[in-house]
């Protein structure tokens, strides 16, 4: 396994949400990422995110990892979800938050 896929799996394995996205959760650098964000900050959840501008490897290894070639990527207690669109879908019809609740997912404050 890769120095990449070896972090990466750190992460997924060790939060219980984390968000691969272009940028910050303050500072997001695109729309998708953002969108993403909105939608976690919706769900009120706690989550990590991991901005892939920062790190070229990183960047390159998630598409592999999840076999998916976009990025935000999101995953929920070390399995992936999907995409921002996916993220989307599921939030409207309200299975993003059924799955958080299912998983056990920390709720902020």
């Given amino acids: 396994m890769s ?8 992460l997924v394995t060790s939060n219980d949400v ?3 996205m272009k940028g910050t959760p303050l ?3 695109c729309g998708f990422s953002s969108r993403a964000i909105a939608i976690l900050d919706h769900c ?5 995110s991991v901005d892939v501008l920062q790190d070229m490897e990183i960047r390159q290894g998630i598409k592999a990892f999840s076999d998916w070639p976009t990025i935000p990527q999101l995953y929920v207690k070390g ?13 409207e019809a309200g299975e993003l938050q059924q799955l958080m ?3 056990g997912v920390t709720k902020v404050a």
């Fill in 3 to 10: 120095d990449a896929n070896t972090r990466i799996s750190d």
């Fill in 18 to 20: 984390v968000l691969f």
């Fill in 27 to 29: 500072f997001p650098q």
């Fill in 44 to 48: 009120g959840v706690a989550y990590e």
């Fill in 79 to 91: 399995e992936f979800v999907g995409g921002s669109d996916i993220m989307m879908e599921m939030f």
């Fill in 101 to 103: 609740d299912q998983s």
